[in-house]
């Protein structure tokens, strides 16, 4: 068993598409029309091109729990879910260049370092270096 495929629940599936490309730096793999102005929008790190894919998924728009649990994640400050990168301290300056805000700058926690980003489009992301 393996994971091939990670959801991440999205108010704005074209925001959310700029986003995670043009400033986290993700590429776009899969992009099909579902209807009712949905897609199966799916993306994959630069680094890791056959690695899980990342769906932008459109939960929270058709699924009030979702948007119930993604605003609690939100409120609470709770990263939704986290990327590795391999310096921290590098990328928080670069993102912090393009205009991100992180509400934790980063910060060494135990065996990694940490910082945690808003994506724009309702949630929280850990970013996390292994020391």
Not at 96 to 115: C, N, Q, R, W
Request: proline share 6%; with cysteine; net charge negative.
């Amino acid at each position: 068993m393996k994971v091939t495929l990670i959801s991440i629940p999205v108010r704005d599936q074209e925001k959310a598409l700029k986003f995670y490309t043009e400033k986290l730096g993700f590429i776009k793999k899969k992009d099909e029309p579902l209807g009712g102005g949905n897609r199966w929008l799916t993306l994959v790190s630069k680094e890791w091109k056959d690695g899980p894919e990342l769906l932008l998924e459109p939960g929270p728009n058709h699924f009030e729990p979702c948007k119930t649990y993604q605003d609690a994640l939100m409120e609470a400050g709770m990263p939704y879910t986290q990327f590795d990168v391999k310096n921290v301290d590098s990328e928080y300056e670069r993102l912090t260049d393009l205009g991100v805000e992180f509400s934790i700058k980063p910060t060494e926690m135990g065996t990694v370092k940490a910082a945690v980003l808003n994506d724009t489009c309702g949630n929280n992301i850990m970013l996390v270096e292994e020391l």
